[in-house]
């Protein structure tokens, strides 16, 4: 074997090889594929019996994944799928009320106030099934003060929908404008009028839901900076107080950039609207908050997202094909897919260990400032024997600095996505990473062969610089 390979950085090149667009998913560790619905519950229950910081985590937000649409808008890189027929949503909800009934006894006592749509298209639900799937969490996970949050499509919302889950607890309602502009609107194959859209704002303004969020992109094939502004500022004179900006990617140049458009050319586009809006928005009250980045005009804003995945703090349960949960230090799981009339709720899952668990939280906390007494009293274990090695590493590269008792990112690349993290945690930290990686690819991996050759990607990995590369993707 030559001394020259760098095992660590030599096998991510590996993987980057044979597996280059979900890294990060081989990454979560070996999904034991297939698992099932029981496995996940049981090993739920046995984390919570045995270990102490499982037993930490007494909240458990719930996700529903609707990932039915009506159209498939040409710029999606969302999990979903085409409606064929309406009956085929009434065979998901009871394959839902199923995964529920297995998994809600493991966690018994733990608060389940909050559930999330997501989608897909949850709007896509009729009244009927509303109510069915949320009386099927009621039944699995009682909470007498639920929150509901929402993604609608104004496609296939109204009245009706707002008032039945406004009735139930809805708490956050997500509107998915992303432009205002028919035109581009008809181009990426998404029929919604701008009349509708502004209706839809309207109407949830006048319900008075606590928070009401509209996403909008930026970088749409054919959209100007100008448009682009024009559409953020009709959308703030509306009253907004949550306004997402989703900067457009796509894995396919082709898809990415408007008509005789060079690469550059579209990034240059959209990194000048997305710098805009940032000035746009800060005039006009907004700042950026939390992990997923959001610009919102309200001081305190919860992210049950960064209470999971950053914070450790709760435990995501997530039903419907496509979905992804979570128990830190116990599980991660997501279930199947969706073929042309057959829902495939089938599990995979790999179990998190402690390890593992802790790797996770201390790169996270490195944006905010991972303090080392904090860490000792949550894990019970010393950072410096946990991964003092791999911080010292990143000292060293000028990426992280170390005052009084806190780790904490110098600023020198700005880290915005879940993939940076995630790419970070696992080349630099856990202990088990190779052998949880080799146990994966058990098969196909030649540690004597330099793989680094030619793999531009995962070369800027190397160089650090793969922070830069995901940002200017916008993944
Ligand atoms: C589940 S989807 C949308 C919810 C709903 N189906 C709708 O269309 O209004 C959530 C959000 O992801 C964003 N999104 C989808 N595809 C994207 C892409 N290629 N690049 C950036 N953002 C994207 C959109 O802003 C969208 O509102
Ligand atoms: S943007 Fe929404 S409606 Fe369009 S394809 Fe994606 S999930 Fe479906």
């Given at each position: 074997m030559s001394a020259r390979i760098d095992q660590k950085r030599n096998f991510l090149f590996f993987l980057n090889e044979i597996y280059p667009v979900h890294v990060d998913d081989c990454l979560t560790g070996a999904l034991v594929s297939p698992s099932s619905w029981e496995a996940v519950a049981q090993r739920v229950e046995s984390s919570r019996q045995k270990d102490v910081f499982a037993r930490s985590i007494d909240k458990v937000h719930l996700y529903v994944h609707v990932p039915f649409c009506e159209r498939l808008c040409s710029f999606c890189h969302c999990s979903r799928v085409l409606l064929r027929q309406r009956s085929d949503i009434d065979a998901y909800i009871k394959d839902l009320a199923r995964q529920m009934t297995i998994l809600s006894p493991a966690y018994q006592g733990m608060d389940a106030g909050l559930i999330q749509f997501g989608g897909?298209?949850?709007?896509?639900?009729d009244e009927r099934q509303l109510s069915a799937i949320l009386d099927g969490v009621d039944k699995s996970f009682p909470s007498r003060n639920r929150q509901i949050q929402f993604e609608a499509n104004p496609s296939s919302w109204s009245a009706s929908k707002l008032a039945l889950l406004s009735s139930r607890g809805l708490y956050r309602l997500s509107i998915?404008?992303?432009?205002?502009?028919e035109k581009i609107l008809k181009y990426v194959s998404r029929p919604q009028t701008r009349k509708k859209v502004l209706g839809c704002l309207r109407l949830a303004q006048k319900a008075g839901i606590p928070q009401v969020n509209v996403d909008l992109m930026a970088g749409l094939p054919g959209q100007t900076v100008e448009g682009f502004i024009h559409d953020l500022k009709d959308v703030i004179s509306e009253g907004m107080d949550f306004i997402n900006i989703q900067p457009y990617t796509s894995l396919s140049w082709q898809l990415l950039?408007?008509?005789?458009?060079?690469i550059p050319a579209f990034f240059n586009r959209r990194d000048a609207m997305m710098k805009m809006a940032k000035e746009v928005l800060a005039q006009a009250g907004f700042t950026r908050k939390g992990f997923w980045g959001i610009y919102s005009r309200q001081e305190e804003v919860d992210d049950p997202q960064e209470e999971v995945y950053t914070h450790l703090q709760a435990a995501l349960a997530a039903f419907g094909p496509f979905a992804r949960g979570l128990f830190p230090g116990a599980v991660f799981y997501r279930a199947g897919t969706v073929r042309p009339g057959a829902v495939n709720t089938q599990v995979e899952s790999c179990a998190q260990d402690l390890d593992y668990t802790m790797s996770h939280y201390a790169v996270l906390a490195l944006i905010n400032g991972l303090d080392e007494q904090a860490f000792l009293k949550r894990f019970r274990v010393s950072i410096d024997r946990h991964c003092g090695e791999g911080l010292r590493y990143l000292q060293e590269s000028g990426l992280v600095a170390f005052s009084k008792g806190i780790w904490k990112f110098s600023g020198k690349w700005e880290i915005r996505r879940i993939r940076e993290y995630f790419a970070l945690s696992r080349a630099l930290f856990g202990k088990g990473l190779l052998s949880r990686l080799r146990e994966r690819f058990v098969n196909g991996y030649d540690p004597r062969h330099d793989y680094s050759s030619g793999n531009s990607l995962l070369k800027a990995y190397a160089d650090s610089t793969l922070m830069v590369v995901y940002y200017r993707m916008g993944c």
């Open positions: 897909g298209t949850p709007s896509i639900l998915g404008v992303q432009t205002l502009d950039c408007g008509p005789g458009e060079t």
